[in-house]
């Protein structure tokens, strides 16, 4: 069974930085994919960032230039740097591994950006 916890949402203000971070454990060979999603209330889940095994990222236009991903595989996290807050970045953000054969998800942390 694999579990994935996510730590570090909370409340910034626009213009500040927050960091978060996800860490899987359980019986895990190898991790594929990492990603971070976000939900904001009454629109559909959506990419933020994701980062492949190799390295290779890539992110939604929304964020780029001002939000970064990174992966530990020695610790099995990912993290998600979040520069430059709007307050459109307000949502629940979600971590997301491909750990063959299934995918799994964090059960979500609360980002709320002030105006």
């Known amino acids: 069974q694999v579990q994935l916890v996510e730590s570090g949402g909370g409340l910034v203000q626009a213009g500040g930085s927050l960091r978060l971070s996800c860490a899987a454990s359980g019986s895990i060979l190898r991790i594929n994919t990492m990603g971070w999603y976000r939900q904001a209330p009454g629109k559909q889940r959506e990419l933020v960032a994701r980062?492949?095994?190799?390295?290779?990222?890539n992110y939604a236009d929304s964020v780029k230039g001002r939000f970064t991903i990174s992966r530990d595989n020695a610790k099995n996290t990912v993290s998600l740097q979040m520069n430059s807050a709007k307050p459109e970045d307000t949502a629940v953000y979600y971590c997301?591994?491909?750990?063959?054969?299934?995918?799994?998800w964090g059960q979500g942390t609360q980002v709320t950006v002030s105006s």
């Open positions: 980062i492949t095994s190799d390295g290779s990222t």
């Open positions: 997301r591994m491909s750990i063959s054969p299934s995918v799994y």
